[in-house]
C-alpha cells in the first residue's frame, strides 16, 4: 500500500484561481513528518515546508498555505491567485519511525495558464 | 553559497558501460542519498550514507554502487547490470539520518539516457 497518496494526477487551472492540491498518508507512528516540494521544470527539488504530527495549525506563507488533519490523515496545499511561476510538479512526502527516509507520493503536475 | 552540485546535467551511457553520478555538497550534512525518478512517478530511494564509509542500500540499489570517502561526496555509479538505467537521479543531503524531522535538500539532479 502506497505510504503517501496523491490522488491528482495533473491539474490546470488559469492564473489567478486558487487551487487545493491532495496528500493523503498512512502510518502507525505517533511522530512523524510531513513535507512538501516543488519541482519546476529545470528538476531540482524545493523546499516548501515541514510540519510534524503533533502540530496541526495550519500554515501559511504568501500565497500557499497547508491544511493538515490528523483525522483524515490529509495534508493539503492551497495556492491562492495562482501565477504561471506556480506551474511545476508538487511532490508530498513522509518520514517516520525516527529515521529520515522519505516516502513521497508520486507527485501532481499543476499548470497555470496565463 | 550553501547547497548540493551534480554533475554532469545530461550523462549517456552504452550498452554495458558503467557511469558515475557525481554529487557535492558543502552543507556541512552528515547524510546523504540518492534517489531515482521515473517519468509520472516519485522518488525511489537508492543509497544512502549516514557517515563516511558508511552507507546502506535502498529500496531499489540492484545495479548500483556508491562510495563516501569524504563527507562531502557520495558518487553514485550506475553498473551495467542495471537494465533500465534511464531516469532522472537526485542526490538529496540532511544534517542526520536518525530522527524523521530533518529535512532534506537536493541537488539539480543528472538525467542519465542510454544509446
Known amino acids: 500500500a502506497q505510504k503517501v497518496t496523491q490522488a491528482q494526477t495533473e491539474i490546470s487551472v488559469v492564473e489567478k484561481e486558487d487551487v487545493t492540491l491532495d496528500c493523503v498518508y498512512e502510518?502507525?507512528?505517533?511522530?512523524?513528518?510531513l513535507f512538501w516540494y516543488k519541482q519546476p521544470p529545470s528538476g531540482e527539488l524545493v523546499f516548501l515546508i515541514r510540519r510534524n504530527s503533533f502540530d496541526e495549525q495550519n500554515e501559511i506563507s504568501g500565497r500557499y498555505s497547508w491544511n493538515f488533519q490528523k483525522s483524515t490523515s490529509s495534508f493539503n496545499f492551497t495556492i491562492t491567485a495562482s501565477q504561471v511561476v506556480d506551474s511545476a510538479v508538487y511532490f508530498c512526502?513522509?518520514?517516520?519511525?525516527?529515521?529520515?527516509?522519505?516516502?513521497f507520493g508520486s507527485g501532481t503536475k499543476l499548470n497555470v495558464k496565463p | 553559497d550553501g547547497g548540493i552540485t551534480q554533475s554532469p546535467k545530461y550523462l549517456f551511457r552504452k550498452e554495458g558501460q558503467n557511469v558515475t553520478l557525481s554529487c557535492e555538497q558543502n552543507l556541512n550534512h552528515d547524510a546523504m542519498y540518492w534517489y531515482r525518478q521515473d517519468p509520472g512517478q516519485g522518488l525511489r530511494l537508492i543509497y544512502y550514507s549516514q557517515i563516511v564509509n558508511d552507507f546502506q542500500k535502498g529500496d531499489i540499489a540492484e545495479g548500483y554502487s556508491v562510495s563516501r570517502e569524504k563527507k562531502e561526496s557520495f558518487p553514485l555509479t550506475v553498473t551495467s547490470a542495471q537494465k533500465n538505467p534511464t531516469a532522472f537521479y537526485l542526490c538529496a543531503s540532511s544534517i542526520s539520518v536518525a530522527g524523521s524531522q530533518e529535512t532534506q535538500y537536493f541537488g539539480p539532479g543528472t538525467r542519465l539516457l542510454v544509446l
Open positions: 512526502a513522509l518520514s517516520e519511525n525516527n529515521f529520515n527516509k522519505f516516502y
Open positions: 502510518t502507525r507512528d505517533t511522530t512523524y513528518y
